[in-house]
């Protein structure tokens, strides 16, 4: 009998986690650098409402249609930049769940000159900044992190848990 319980509790705690990953949201956010690593593409946000004002990182939602993260990745970049980059030439480095499970967000980070030509296209503005500059805007607190982070290229990989 304890056995049964325990396997039935065990089937629904599987379930509970099973329906929860099938419910979050998957997003990527991609940090672009030129090879000299002293510049950065960066975006101001308009939405969602707790992020507008503040620069973060290019990215968006993971499409159904998108092969994998780095292709999702490559296209988000593209929408917003006008920049092609190949997803092969996106390095994952970190990703960040949020409690409850809500929304995982899988951050890469390149280091191209082509993203020196990055441009506005859609309705928030991009920036392309000096590394030293971008202490100077607003920024979502995350950024003073995944920044350095990013630019470390022995920094492998991390996961935060975001409250």
């Not at 089937?11 to 419910?23: A, G, I, M, Q, S």
């Not at 900044?129 to 290229?153: F, G, R, S, W």
């Amino acid at each position: 009998m304890l056995v049964n319980s325990i396997s039935q509790e065990i089937k629904h705690r599987v379930k509970l986690e099973t329906d929860n990953y099938l419910k979050m949201k998957e997003y990527v956010l991609g940090f672009a650098f030129n090879e000299a690593k002293n510049n950065i593409v960066l975006i101001e946000k308009t939405k969602p409402e707790w992020q507008a004002g503040s620069l973060n990182g290019v990215g968006g939602k993971v499409e159904e249609y998108d092969e994998d993260f780095h292709s999702a990745m490559s296209r988000e970049f593209l929408e917003e930049t006008g920049v092609f980059i190949n997803p092969s030439e996106w390095d994952y480095f970190a990703s960040m769940t949020f409690e409850g499970g809500s929304a995982v967000v899988y951050c890469f980070r390149v280091f191209s000159d082509k993203v020196l030509q990055a441009q506005t296209i859609e309705e928030e503005q991009i920036k392309v900044l000096h590394i030293d500059e971008v202490c100077t805007y607003k920024t979502l607190k995350n950024l003073n992190v995944l920044i350095p982070a990013a630019l470390d290229e022995d920094f492998v990989f991390c996961n935060f848990n975001i409250k």
